[in-house]
């Protein structure tokens, strides 16, 4: 019974290769082959979905890290705007504050000096 069962294939190159003739036990083997392909494209598919969800994390991470980034950036441009306004209003006072200074000085100058204006002495006739 053995004989029928199996037979052996002799090839040109000389390989020899068993053939299961038992249709049953090939059956069997071709199942256990299968589940073994079904077990391994589930794992696959696992493993994809589990990378996905993984790149789905890090994708969110990205946009929150490029959120702050963009918060970080506006903060800077308020406070370098508020600081370039606020050097602005101050270099505008110094300025007045020059020329208040300046004006004081030249009127302390001609109320110190020996020059006495016409008006001082004799107002002026046309305004009689």
């Not at 053995?2 to 294939?9: H, R, V, W, Y």
């Not at 993984?54 to 903060?75: F, H, V």
Request: net charge neutral; hydrophobic share 40%.
């Amino acid at each position: 019974m053995s004989l029928l069962n199996k037979n052996k294939i002799i090839f040109f190159s000389g390989i020899i290769e068993e053939v299961n003739l038992d249709w049953k036990k090939v059956a069997l083997e071709i199942n256990q082959q299968l589940i073994e392909l079904q077990m391994k494209y589930q794992d696959a598919i696992q493993r994809i979905a589990d990378l996905e969800k993984r790149l789905a994390i890090y994708e969110e991470k990205e946009k929150t890290k490029m959120l702050e980034y963009l918060y970080l950036i506006t903060i800077t441009l308020v406070c370098l705007w508020a600081l370039v306004n606020e050097l602005d209003s101050h270099a505008k006072s110094q300025k007045e504050n020059k020329q208040l200074i300046a004006s004081n000085i030249a009127r302390m100058n001609l109320r110190n000096s020996d020059k006495q204006f016409t008006y001082d002495v004799d107002p002026p006739i046309g305004l009689k």
